[in-house]
């Protein structure tokens, strides 16, 4: 890849990383602020979904800023192997990478990664001959 696609790319993670440390992690409320307090029995299942929806916005925000970091890294040890595929070492398109600059596989391998990676799927036909 150029330089010039380059600073784009690392201007696009720092930006994109700024943006996700300036928002922070999301408070997870805790069920009982009293311990004398007796707990709402029709507002727990939603307080606690509350809770599993700001844990998983933390996990998939802290996943992101690694994913950022990584590619920083990748960008900076080897500017002139970015933007392609780990999988199959074809270039990964620039409108991917515009909007996910720190992809490291192309569309059809992620998508091949993630059906092998489904729990309980078949990897193929002839599995249940």
């Known amino acids: 890849m150029d330089p010039r ?4 790319i690392r201007t696009r993670l720092l930006r994109r990383r ?7 992690d999301v408070d997870i409320e805790p069920l ?12 727990a299942p939603l307080a606690e979904m509350e809770q599993v929806i700001a844990s998983n916005r933390n996990r998939a925000r802290a996943q992101q800023l690694q994913q950022i970091d990584l590619a ?5 040890e080897e500017p002139e192997d970015f933007g392609l595929c780990e999988s ?7 409108r991917r990478l515009e909007l996910m600059p720190w992809a490291r ?10 059906s092998s990676d489904a729990p309980g799927t078949r990897k193929h036909l002839t599995d249940y001959r």
Do not use: F, S, W, Y
């Open 105 to 114: 596989l192309c569309a059809a391998c992620q998508q091949e990664q993630e």
């Open 5 to 8: 696609t380059n600073d784009q």
């Open 88 to 94: 199959c070492d074809e270039p990964i398109p620039m």
């Open 32 to 43: 009982k602020d009293d311990p004398t307090k007796k707990i709402d029995e029709d507002a």
């Open 72 to 76: 920083l890294v990748r960008l900076g």
């Open 18 to 24: 700024d943006e996700l440390l300036g928002e922070g």
